[in-house]
């Protein structure tokens, strides 16, 4: 449920907030995860049942551009069985690549999810320690600021639905 998904593309730099950004369905953090790949989801829970939805990746792959799934400890893709286990990789290429200026055209970055009881997973859900997850961003921040692609990178960071807590502002109504 996360600090966890932070999403590149190499374009000019730009800053925004989005104000009034929620979660896709009023859910745990599996159905609002699959929409952050698919775009949709297959369920109401939090199963691992193997998904059979299109993601952003077959549309990426289709289209010729590059990708890469970056993962911390669970990659999400797995939950598509093998079929994305050519394009995750462990959050340490993400840093490399940073550095070696050779980022893929989009790029997906995940935190550590495991180990929230212990305050040491990185994903600021209930009771990990926040400090941890920002601390994470910070470091996926300050890898794509140094990275020599930053001049044409856009960086947008994603909460699921944050820890199943909602924004003080009350979500609008939308048609199902």
């Not at 950004?21 to 829970?45: K, V």
Request: net charge negative; aromatic share 16%.
């Amino acid at each position: 449920e996360a600090s966890d998904l932070a999403f590149y593309s190499h374009a000019a730099p730009y800053w925004t907030v989005c104000d009034q950004y929620f979660a896709a369905t009023m859910g745990p953090t599996y159905p609002n995860r699959f929409y952050m790949h698919a775009a949709q989801t297959d369920r109401t829970d939090d199963s691992t049942t193997i998904s059979t939805l299109p993601t952003i990746w077959d549309r990426l792959a289709a289209a010729g551009v590059s990708h890469t799934y970056y993962f911390s400890d669970v990659p999400f893709t797995a939950l598509w069985g093998t079929k994305y286990a050519s394009i995750s990789q462990p959050v340490a290429a993400f840093l490399a690549d940073c550095a070696a200026g050779t980022l893929p055209a989009v790029s997906f970055v995940d935190p550590r999810f495991e180990d929230e009881g212990s305050g040491t997973s990185g994903d600021d859900h209930p009771h990990a320690d926040i400090r941890v997850g920002q601390s994470f961003l910070n470091q996926i921040y300050r890898a794509i600021t140094s990275s020599p692609l930053w001049a044409r990178t856009v960086f947008v960071i994603n909460y699921d639905e944050w820890g199943g807590f909602f924004d003080h502002v009350a979500p609008a109504t939308a048609p199902d």
